[in-house]
Each structure stands twice: as structure tokens, then as C-alpha cells.
């Protein structure tokens, strides 16, 4: 339609331009503001890298590289994996932003979530409501939290839980941090920290814990500061800190 600068395309549609090459059964397209929508399920994948985006739904805006998806969003990219049910994608930032059940893998990692934003080319972000954060040995539930994988930084808010089963520790708290390039956890808010042992665990309760590793990150030592209480079968103590 000439007068209004609007186009209906279907059958097999391609759309191409200098950075992103789009397939998809059916697409409208709004030269007015640019808009492009389809309904039909559609596959995005970038000319530059090996970056691709399929969805049920989607719109995008190929002039300023805004793209907004719905329904079994799937993002890949090189070793990076995202599935989840709603996706707005700024292309030029390189910034996601999720809602709905999101699932964010790759080769070291798994998070699960259900609202946040990414970072995909930095590999950090905000992650909001039931988030679950698998290591190889690691595994940290918490209701928000922020994770930057370089270096690998770790900080989690609200009913944290950690098991670490390579060290046989469990962590619970009200925040969490973690540092591994400084080799420094610390968990403050209710903080307990439990070694698990075969025969007889440690319990220590304390205001504010932190735990030190050494550089190939065993535990090196553990402090605990203000109203300290430590358990097990054999002995008992209290004492405003402990080392």
C-alpha cells in the first residue's frame, strides 16, 4: 500500500539487511515506524556472528536493531543458550531482557529464573523470582540475585541457599557474595554455615560469616562475627566473633 507505506508479505518470507537475515511463513511490515511483526513463527540470525533468535511471535525494528519476541523464545549464541517466554533484545547494547520461566546455559553454567536481563556478550545480569544458579559443583537458590562471570562474582538477596558438595559445605543466609578471584565468600543476615561431615556435621550461626579459600579454592578458614554459635555432638560454644 503506497499511500500508507504499509506491506503484507506471506509464502516463504526473507527479509535481509546489512546485519540480520530474518525467515519466516508471514510478515507485516510498517515502513512509517520502521516495524516489521510476525505471527507465524520466524527464525532471526545475524549475518556478523553466529548469533539466532526463533520465537512464535516477534516484531523488530531492523533500523535501530530493537527486537521483541513471544512464545518458545529460543536465543543461541556461540556456547550461550536462552529459552524462556518473553524477550526484548537491544541489539546494539546487546542487552536481553526476559519474563516468564527463563532458562540461561552454557558450558560452565545453568540459570533458571523467571525475570531478569542479560548481558550476552559480558555475561552478567540481574535475575529476579525463584532463581537457581548450577555450577559443577555448586548450586545457589535465592529469590534475586546478580551474576557476572568475569570475574566470577556471585550476589544473591532473600532466603539464600547454597550447597557446594565438592567442599561439603551448605550456606544459608539472608545475602550472599562471593568473589573468585579474590577467593572471598561472605553471607550475613541469619547466616549459617554447615561442614558436612560423615559421622558429625558443624553447625556455625553467626551475624556475618565469611570464608576465605586459597588459590586452588579449598576453605582456608572461616570467621564469624557477632552473636556466634557453633554445634555439633562433641562441643558447643558462643562468642561475639570466632576464627
Known amino acids: ?23 519466516t511463513d508471514s510478515i507485516d511490515y510498517d ?8 505471527k507465524n513463527y520466524g527464525r532471526i540470525e545475524s549475518i556478523v556472528s553466529n548469533e539466532m533468535i526463533t520465537s512464535k511471535y516477534g516484531y523488530f525494528y531492523p533500523n535501530i536493531g530493537s527486537f ?3 512464545g518458545k523464545v529460543l536465543y543461541k549464541k556461540e556456547d550461550l543458550t536462552m529459552a524462556t517466554d518473553t524477550l526484548q533484545f537491544a541489539y ?24 531478569g536481563w542479560y548481558h550476552v556478550q559480558k555475561e552478567e545480569g540481574n535475575l529476579y523470582r525463584n532463581v537457581k544458579i548450577s555450577q559443577l559443583n555448586r548450586v545457589v537458590l535465592c529469590d534475586t540475585a546478580f551474576y557476572a562471570s568475569k570475574p566470577e562474582i556471585f550476589t544473591a538477596r532473600g532466603k539464600v541457599k547454597v ?11 539472608d545475602v550472599f557474595y562471593s568473589n573468585k578471584s579474590i577467593g572471598t565468600t ?5 547466616a549459617l554455615a554447615i561442614q558436612i561431615r560423615e559421622k558429625d556435621s558443624i553447625f556455625l550461626h553467626a551475624d ?7 588459590s586452588i579454592g579449598n576453605v582456608s578458614c572461616m570467621k564469624g562475627n557477632r ?4 554445634y555439633n555432638q562433641a562441643i558447643q560454644a558462643i562468642a561475639d566473633s570466632a576464627f
Request: glycine fraction near 6%; charge should be positive; charged fraction near 25%.
Open 1 to 23: 500500500f503506497g499511500s500508507t507505506k504499509y506491506a503484507k508479505l506471506w509464502g516463504h518470507v526473507r527479509v535481509r539487511d546489512k546485519e540480520y537475515k530474518i525467515a
Open 31 to 38: 515502513a512509517k515506524s520502521g516495524r516489521a511483526t510476525f
Open 68 to 70: 521483541f519476541f513471544s
Open 92 to 115: 546494539e547494547k546487546q542487552i536481553t531482557q526476559f519474563f516468564g520461566p527463563t532458562e540461561i546455559k552454557n558450558d560452565s553454567i545453568t540459570i533458571n529464573c523467571e525475570r
Open 163 to 173: 550447597t557446594d558438595t565438592q567442599k561439603k559445605q551448605q550456606l544459608m543466609s
Open 186 to 190: 561472605y553471607i550475613t543476615g541469619n
Open 208 to 214: 556475618t560469616l565469611t570464608i576465605q579459600e586459597d
Open 227 to 230: 552473636q556466634v554459635k557453633i
